[in-house]
Nanobody
Framework: VQLQASGGGLVQAGDSLRLSCTASGRTYAVGWFRQAPGKEREFVAFISGSGGIKDYGDFVKGRFTISRDNAKNTVYLEMNSLKVEDTAIYFC?????????????????WGQGTQVTVSS
């Protein structure tokens, strides 16, 4: 399975972005992670294969929403009220397992990442 993350860009604080993660085939659990310069990779959100189970990193606090369209093999991350500290490369990852996890070693396939830059 190959994953293609897209939708990143340069925005101002308070703006919104929608990231997409499109897979070359059927995927089950999908997670989003991010990595800022000089920092470790951080869990952002995951969604189960059916979309019925979702979880978010503590820093999200209601600003982000993960969703999926299995007919399109695509998972979305809607990010609102963006902050300067959200600046990072955002990666999507897919698992052969169904539920999802905040742990990056749960995932078997990784996309190349999309840059999100939030200016003040």
């Amino acid at each position: 399975v190959q994953l293609q993350a897209s939708g990143g860009g340069l925005v101002q604080a308070g703006d919104s972005l929608r990231l997409s993660c499109t897979a070359s085939g059927r995927t089950y659990a999908v997670g989003w992670f991010r990595q800022a310069p000089g920092k470790e990779r951080e869990f952002v959100a995951f969604i189960s294969g059916s979309g019925g189970i979702k979880d978010y990193g503590d820093f999200v606090k209601g600003r982000f929403t993960i969703s999926r369209d299995n007919a399109k093999n695509t998972v979305y991350l809607e990010m609102n009220s963006l902050k300067v500290e959200d600046t990072a490369i955002y990666f999507c990852a897919a698992s052969r397992r169904y539920t999802g996890s905040s742990s990056d070693d749960y995932y078997d396939y990784w996309g190349q990442g999309t840059q999100v830059t939030v200016s003040s």
